[in-house]
């Protein structure tokens, strides 16, 4: 049975008057902030805001994009794309993936200095969000640095680290992951370390690309709300076997079991997934509030990890235009912010004040 606000949604689609054509960005209205839960915007190029691009700070003014998470990717040289998708090409070297975080902490606080961005440290800084400020979330897509050593995220926290995902799809030795055969059968003694660790420290934990069962003892031992970034709600249970665009995505039970402990799901900008308009972007997100509820769905595009052949989002820009077609299409208003941004930013601010103080319980 469809709800309300996708009834309403699906009636005045015919009346949208709303243009897409046109590249660039838009100036929004403060009113309406919007959060992406999964970004990688800029990531792998930098050097373009130093020439004729602008700034990810302008970028996030200009289209009203108040909170962003920004993911390093955690063992990105050893991944290469193939026909099926992203593989691993190499096993990483002791040290070599706590060396590779201190890099990209180092080279990615580097730029939000010399660009004037700020980052959340604190639950202050996503109401300076919401008001009108824009902030990065540093995230971190992949955790198998932690082989190295727990210690290595409470740095990391030190630096700004405020999300973390678990896996990705480099083996490693925290738990399984979609794209491969499972090689824990779940999650390891070490993993649950890791977030019950995340956990005291006020670190939003990322279950994108965990198999099953890692999301189930996930569940189980984590004291707060966790997310699913980035992907698609599915009825269908695709295995390793198939290709990433397909068994990359979550399953509705688990979409629910997710929600049902205060979390919420990521929609990505696939094309294959959403279509190569905003408008069916927008479309994808509200059968998914059909599905889980309107306080469980949030934005998890996945700019700049996806091919540009195959995003349907070309920038920030791209995001205003769906919260634009969500609210011309007569989406209520509580439900329009819950999706745009209080659902991302609810789960994050949850996290972030599960910290204990040092010494604490």
Known sequence: MQSEPRRRFLKSAGALTFAFGYPG????????????????????????????????????????????????????????????????????KSGEQASELRKNLDSMRGYLTRFGLNYVQTPADIDAARSGTPHVVIAVEGAGFIADGLELVNQAYGDGLRQLQLVHYVRNALGDFQTE??????????????????????????????????????????????????????????????????????????????????????????????????????DELMRMVDAIGSEHVMIGTDIGGISKSGITMEGLG????????????????KTLRAICFDNYARCLRTAMQSRKPRGGG
């Open 318 to 333: 791209d995001l205003r235009k769906v919260a634009d077609v969500l609210r011309e299409r007569g989406v209520d208003d």
């Open 181 to 282: 055969p499972p090689e824990h059968n779940g999650m390891t003694a070490l993993g649950v370390d890791a977030v019950k660790l995340c956990n005291r420290l006020g670190i939003l934990v990322d279950l994108a690309h965990a198999t099953n069962p890692v999301i189930d003892k996930a569940l189980d031992v984590s004291a707060a709300p966790m997310i699913w970034s980035h992907s698609a709600i599915t009825t269908t249970r695709y295995t390793w076997e198939q290709t990433s665009s397909l068994s990359r995505r979550l399953h509705i039970d688990y979409a629910k079991k997710i929600a049902q402990r205060g979390g919420a799901v990521g929609l990505w900008s696939l094309k294959s997934t959403v279509g190569s308009s905003p408008a069916g972007y927008a």
């Open 25 to 92: 960005v838009l100036r929004a209205a403060i009113d309406l902030p919007v959060a992406d839960a999964h970004t990688h915007i800029d990531m792998f190029s930098p050097w373009r805001s130093l020439f004729f691009f602008p700034s990810l700070k302008t970028q996030m003014e200009n289209s009203g994009v108040m909170l962003l998470s920004w993911n390093i990717v955690g063992d990105g040289p050893w991944i290469d794309r193939e026909p099926g998708g992203l593989k691993q090409r190499r096993v990483p």
